[in-house]
């Protein structure tokens, strides 16, 4: 069993303090995998009357629900309606009143009545369904209406060879995982997911599963072998804030006989055309001097603790060590727990004293500029901390807010880490906000802005950021887009980067810090550097992430991510010039290349 989609933010890139030799991507890449494996591998000392409970993995109904099964454009079918409410429950067709029709490459359905688990008696409520055939792909489109808000619609496809399952996260070689009884879950938007587009069969030819839609409303998909073949469940949900009693899915489109980089292309193709997504080469919102970038140096500040790896004198002596043996243009300093204790000042981002106040901060970002290379800031995109202003008033107006029947969300999810060695998790008194809403933007927007006019950062990196939450008052993602508008008005050539990235954030996010797709896919829309979790050269420190150390392997950075990264803490240099320098040099290859 793999349950991809419930694997955390948190939890992969903790999975870094047990990443094994030689992989310094593997602490963003392996875990969710691991888990399941490591589960599965502990089976056989779990009591066999206790394992339906013991392994996570998708669950299913103890019984026959006799659900009507429809051929439809070759496909075996069937459907479900989930709604919410005070009577949320799931509900089929009402076999004995479902209408059918085909007209040429056309088919129809048409179920005036829903039914009940089981068949055992009706339910208010209709579903409408229609397939259209052309050569090997049919599109599926479905909508349906229930007397309390839809919270889903589901439908399930019979009756399939069997054959591997793969999706698009961050997989440049993606994984192609055998379909079991126990079932592969994919969720989409998620962390780790690129797209909602799935594949099963073999890596050469199989069938694509892939949603036309281009919001941030949840997908699933569900493999499972049943009866010697394989079924597969496709699950979508409204936008939370158009949730209602009806609800038309966006199209599902399927396509045998491809592979999963087709695909791929073909969901790029959508997104160029439905949202004007543009290559690297020619966005509008990459500014002349971050195509000279060939380099990205990232500088530890100021841990949770309050552990000074570099103040910003030190900050400085290193921007000049590291320009000495590289033009100033090609490189870019990020730096991170530049504000004071990491995370906890999120929020309230101000230069910090014990790191050398606004007058060091200013000293800093001015050699940075006559050096003749630029910097990024880290701020915060969720965490506010204790001591961010009006708080209160902002986790009020500003917090998550799930579906209707969905677990509550915890107002502090993205805080609980365990900052103190405390092994509880550390950092109470904040708050986990969505950009989505006005007054987190707005405070954002004001707090950057301010910053990046005082000190003349030339971008900003947003952490925890892009949201996947389809979140029911406000949708993060545009939040995001709208937080970025605004910062660009005020400084066109501004470098905006966020720690992740998904299909839907590329078109107006162009950098960010993790993994890439299926055959690099992403390189061709955005440019990424390493992520602060992976360590630098010479003891594997993660400086201020919660990592806390890894193995080490420049081999493997350099393969995933398009920006040779040198991430810098106390006595870096002194322990391990040489390297360091290889970092430089691998720098100064790429550029070369480039022409530069």
Not at 3 to 21: D, E, T
Not at 391 to 401: A, D, K, N, R, V
Request: charged fraction near 20%; proline fraction near 6%.
């Amino acid at each position: 069993m793999t349950n991809r989609s419930q694997v955390s933010r948190r939890l992969f890139l903790r999975g870094a303090a047990a990443a094994g030799a030689g992989s310094a991507i593997s602490p963003i890449m392996c875990p969710a995998s691991s888990i399941a494996q490591g589960l599965a591998s502990n089976a056989s000392h779990v009591s066999s009357s206790a394992r339906g409970w013991a392994i996570p993995r998708p669950m299913f109904w103890s019984f026959d629900n006799k659900d009507p099964r429809i051929n439809m454009a070759g496909y075996s079918l069937s459907f479900q309606v989930f709604t919410s409410g005070t009577n949320e429950n799931t509900y089929s067709l009402d076999a004995k009143s479902i209408v059918t029709k085909q007209q040429g490459n056309q088919w129809t359905i048409d179920a005036p009545k829903l039914s009940w688990p089981g068949q055992q008696m009706t339910a208010p409520g209709t579903l409408h369904a229609d397939a259209i055939l052309s050569g090997d792909t049919v599109l599926l489109r479905i909508e349906a209406t229930a007397p309390e808000p839809i919270r889903a619609i589901k439908a399930t496809i019979y009756g399939l060879l069997f054959g591997e399952a793969a999706q698009t996260g961050w997989q440049v070689t993606p994984t192609f995982e055998p379909v079991t009884k126990e079932a592969v879950l994919y969720s989409y938007p998620s962390y780790t997911a690129g797209m909602p587009v799935w594949f099963l069969g073999q890596r050469d030819q199989g069938i694509s599963f892939s949603s036309l839609d281009t919001t941030l409303a949840s997908k699933r998909f569900c493999a499972a072998l049943r009866d010697d073949s394989v079924q597969i469940q496709l699950i979508v949900e409204p936008e939370a804030r158009k949730l209602g009693t009806t609800f038309s899915a966006p199209t599902w489109k399927l396509t045998r006989h491809t592979t999963l980089e087709t695909a791929i292309l073909e969901r790029e193709q959508l997104l160029e055309e439905a949202t004007g997504l543009l290559p690297w080469t020619v966005r509008k919102d990459v500014a002349p001097w971050v195509r000279k970038v060939s380099l990205v140096v990232t500088l530890h500040g100021m841990h949770w603790s309050g552990f000074i790896f570099n103040d910003y004198d030190k900050m400085s002596q290193l921007v000049n060590w590291v320009t000495d043996r590289i033009p100033g243009e090609q490189v870019l300093f990020f730096i991170a727990g530049w504000e004071g204790r990491y995370y906890r000042q999120y929020g309230d981002s101000k230069p910090n004293d014990l790191m050398g106040g606004a007058d060091g901060l200013s000293r800093l970002v001015r050699n940075i500029h006559t050096r003749g290379a630029h910097v990024m800031a880290m701020f915060a995109g969720n965490a506010a901390g204790p001591s961010t202003p009006g708080l209160p008033e902002l986790i009020g107006t500003s917090s998550f807010h799930a579906l209707p029947g969905a677990l509550n969300y915890d107002l502090m999810r993205g805080y609980k880490v365990d900052w103190a060695e405390i092994r509880a998790g550390a950092g109470g008194g904040g708050g986990w906000l969505n950009p989505g809403a006005a007054g987190w933007r707005d405070h954002l927007v004001q707090q950057v802005s301010g910053l990046n006019a005082q000190f003349g950062f030339d971008g900003n990196f947003f952490d925890t950021q892009p949201n996947t939450d389809n979140d029911f008052r406000n949708n993060p993602l545009e939040g995001l887009r709208m937080l970025s508008e605004r910062l660009r008005e005020e400084r066109p050539e501004l470098l905006l980067a966020t720690e992740s990235w998904l299909d839907l954030s590329l078109g107006f996010i162009p950098c960010s810090q993790t993994l890439d797709g299926p055959g690099h896919w992403s390189a061709k829309y955005q440019r990424r550097f390493a992520h602060v979790s992976l360590g630098e050269p010479s003891r594997g420190s993660t400086g201020v992430h919660e990592v806390g150390h890894v193995d080490y392997n420049l081999d493997d950075l350099l393969d995933s991510f398009d920006w040779p990264t040198l991430a810098i803490v106390d006595g870096t240099i002194d322990a391990a010039p040489a390297r360091a320098q290889a970092v430089i040099s691998a720098a100064r290859i790429r550029s070369h290349a480039k022409g530069e």
